[in-house]
């Protein structure tokens, strides 16, 4: 991609800071088939290419279908594992290189939490353990300190002390997701991922951890990252939001921007697609996107998403479009927008 | 339009080490031919185990307790197995959320979608596959004469989905109860599914039973709606009367709680404090009286159902005040 200068430090007035994180150019392979020697036969680019920056305080949203890479993304963003190419700015210092000692000191400023509080809390470990286990890693506290830290995080997240002695399991998906929330800012982090935090949540209690995340993110001044599969929340909590379509980021842009004057027409696919919580307002049934995600393995030339586009011409099987700006702070990968 | 099926005082528990789980605790509600019902709530709500009890399909540890289930007269409650059988897939069929575990993960697709149209209609073989593709294509699963000899991991969770719907419909049911059909796939193949679903039954004139959390879902795809709650029916109206005028503090409480898309954002959303009740030990009275911010001593007997208007019913002693209220008005 070329057009990377255009993503830079375009916050709106926020103009001149440093991003908090920047991501540029960020590639994410699997190997999915080795052969009998051991030689590498197919590549699954789950992510490819893939540049945004994240101002401090700011929240940026990322959506798009069921194995788009947004998780993948996310992932890499916090080095949960080595990124094939490409660079991980936080604060302008690249972590793409570094190693587990050298990211240390990064690792108790970004941190995360996951979509499913079942499986991502040890079931062997009561509340109190759970939160205390980054102050531990992180020091700074004293073993009576660390009790007296636990219980104002578990109250901080609406829970109350005497839950400290009890186990994942004796909790309902809402709360577990609120313990999540506790260890994740246990250690006094700057950036958190929340990776689909309220998917697996029924729709009242939704509400409620969202608040919660925009409570703390006041408070705290944190920086999110929000992966989400659900459109009108993301739009809620979003400040800007990344639209991503196997493995490439096609649009960016400020949420209401985005959701009022869709430029990509997966974008635009997508918003049709919500269903609308009203009955009298009947969704555009002509706008439904027809065919499903072409597989990922197959790597083809030109647009990705030209299978599935109505407006699909010549030029988009031959050539890849790239993120160009076509409004103050709004980016699209079309031919439609030159 | 006649009545297809009617459910009366429908109860089912599990029963677990830690005691009887009451998971429907009395559930009464009908279909018309050709309905597009819908039953939404939280998890755990009673939903799926109502479903399941209509057929008897009930995991061991579950028991339906009490209540009939009455399709055109005929009670399956109390049907013999045997005679049970040929109801289901027949004049009632079902889908779930993961197509994967209703699909036999070691026979083609063809194979099984050819041996229920056999099972319904006295097809040849050859007459079979013929029909068998000609549904794939209606379902819209691209190439179908290659399609049908793949196996079900060869299909996306979309794919499977088309599958499930093809199979269900192939039998021309009378009814179609679906379980959170769409919740596993994305919002663009949902869209997708719902559109074929709805169709499809219109043209057959099959009703549906559909199950899902999400209200949008339901505003977009069914005429009436049922809201369950704590293994109870806490309202039951037209979409339209439930969605401009809902009458259980519950309802209102869930339709709050959804993020508006005409709203810009950081307008705080309005949740529902507290969690659903534990159904081990359901409470006596109205069981969203933990939650609601405006029970009072009177919600710890449960009210009756009260219609505010024809077709409109709710179980909150709010709707019986307001009812009385405007009855003295009359007089
Ligand atoms: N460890 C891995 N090995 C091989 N492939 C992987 C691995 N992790 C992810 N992938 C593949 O990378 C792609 C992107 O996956 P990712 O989990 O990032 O998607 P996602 O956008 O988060 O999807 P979802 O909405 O389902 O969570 C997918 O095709 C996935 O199958
Ligand atoms: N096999 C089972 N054993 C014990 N309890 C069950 C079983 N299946 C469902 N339940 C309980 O029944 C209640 C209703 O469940 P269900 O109908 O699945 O809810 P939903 O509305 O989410 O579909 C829940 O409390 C659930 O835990
Ligand atoms: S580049 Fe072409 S195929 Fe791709 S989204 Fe734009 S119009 Fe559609
Ligand atoms: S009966 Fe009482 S507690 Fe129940 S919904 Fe009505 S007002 Fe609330
Ligand atoms: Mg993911
Ligand atoms: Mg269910």
Redesign the interface.
């Known amino acids: 991609m070329s057009d990377n200068s255009l993503l830079e430090g375009r916050g709106q007035a926020r103009t001149g800071k440093t991003p908090l994180l920047e991501v540029r150019r960020l590639a994410k392979h699997f190997t999915i088939e080795k052969s009998l020697f051991g030689r590498t036969t197919k590549v699954l680019k789950a992510v490819d290419d893939v540049s945004f920056h994240i101002h401090r305080g700011e929240t940026f949203g990322l959506v798009g279908e069921s194995g788009c890479g947004k998780s993948t993304t996310g992932r890499s963003v916090i080095r949960l594992f080595d990124i094939t190419s490409g660079e991980i700015c936080y604060e302008g210092i690249d972590l793409a290189g570094m190693n587990e000692r050298q990211l240390k000191p990064y690792r108790q400023k970004m941190q995360a939490i996951f979509q499913d509080p079942y499986s991502s809390l040890n079931p062997g470990m009561n509340v109190m353990e759970l939160i205390s286990e980054p102050l531990e890693i992180y020091g700074g506290y004293s073993r009576s300190n660390r009790r007296d830290r636990v219980i104002e995080l578990l109250e901080r997240v609406g829970l109350k002390r005497e839950h400290a002695d009890r186990y994942p399991h004796e909790f309902s998906g809402g709360q577990r997701q609120r313990i999540s929330i506790a260890r994740s800012i246990a250690s006094g982090p700057e950036f958190v991922l929340c990776d689909e935090p309220i998917s697996a949540l029924d729709v009242s209690v939704q509400a409620q951890v969202v608040n919660m995340l925009e409570d703390l993110q006041q408070e705290l001044g944190l920086t999110y990252l929000f992966i989400a599969h659900d459109l009108s929340m993301v739009r809620h909590i979003s400040n800007r939001i990344g639209v991503m379509y196997m493995g490439k980021l096609v649009e960016v842009s400020f949420s209401e921007e985005l959701y009022t004057h869709p430029a990509h027409p997966y974008t635009e696919a997508l918003l049709a697609a919500i269903p609308i919580p009203d009955p009298k307002v009947l969704m555009p049934t002509d706008r439904l996107l027809q065919g499903e995600l072409p597989s990922p393995i197959d790597a083809a030339i030109g647009c990705k998403f030209r299978s599935r586009c109505p407006y699909a011409s010549r030029r988009c099987g031959e050539e890849e479009p790239v993120l160009k700006r076509i409004a103050p702070g709004h980016y699209a990968a079309c031919h439609l927008h030159e | 339009m006649t009545e297809l099926l009617s459910v009366d005082q429908l109860r089912t528990s599990f029963f677990t080490r830690d005691g009887e789980v009451q998971a429907v605790r009395g559930v009464s509600f009908s279909i018309k031919e050709g309905e597009l019902i819908g039953i939404v709530g939280?998890?755990g709500s009673g939903k799926s185990v109502t479903a399941k009890s209509l057929l008897r399909l009930i995991p061991p540890s579950g028991q339906i307790v009490g209540g009939q289930s009455k399709l055109r007269g005929v009670d399956l409650l109390s049907l013999p197995e045997e005679k049970l059988r040929k109801v289901r897939g027949h004049q009632v069929a079902m889908i779930f959320q993961d197509p994967m575990t209703s699909l036999n993960p070691v026979l083609t697709v063809g194979a099984q979608l050819t041996e229920v149209l056999r099972r319904h209609q006295k097809l040849s073989r050859r007459h079979a596959r013929q029909e068998a593709i000609e549904w794939l294509r209606q379902v819209g699963i691209?190439s179908p004469e290659i399609r049908i000899d793949q196996y079900p991991h060869e299909f996306?969770?979309?794919?499977r989905q088309r599958v499930m719907i093809a199979m269900a419909l192939s039998c021309k049911p009378d009814l179609l109860v679906a379980d959170e059909p769409t919740t596993a796939l994305?919002?663009?193949?949902?869209?997708?599914i719902?559109?074929l679903l709805t169709n499809l039954c219109k043209t057959t004139g099959t009703s549906v039973l559909l199950i899902t959390?999400?209200?949008?879902?339901v505003?977009?795809?069914c005429s009436r709606v049922i809201v369950m709650y704590g293994g109870l029916i806490m309202e039951e109206g037209t979409?339209?009367d439930i969605?401009?005028a809902p009458q259980h503090p519950y309802t209102k409480?869930?339709?709050r709680?959804?993020?508006?898309?005409r709203?810009?954002?950081?307008?705080?959303?309005?949740?529902?404090?507290g969690?659903?009740p534990n159904l081990l030990n359901p409470p006596s009275g109205c069981p969203f009286m933990e939650r609601c911010p405006q029970a009072s001593s009177e919600c710890l007997i449960l009210p009756p159902y009260v219609e505010s208007k024809p077709g409109h019913r709710s179980l909150c002693w709010l709707t019986v005040a307001r009812k009385s209220e405007r009855q003295e008005g009359l007089q």
């Open positions: 939280e998890s691209p996306s969770g979309g794919m994305d919002v663009t193949i949902q869209a997708q719902l559109a959390h999400d209200l949008g879902v505003a977009q795809v979409v339209e969605f401009s409480g869930l339709l709680s959804i993020p508006r898309m709203e810009g954002r950081r307008e705080r959303l309005v949740p529902i404090e969690s659903p």
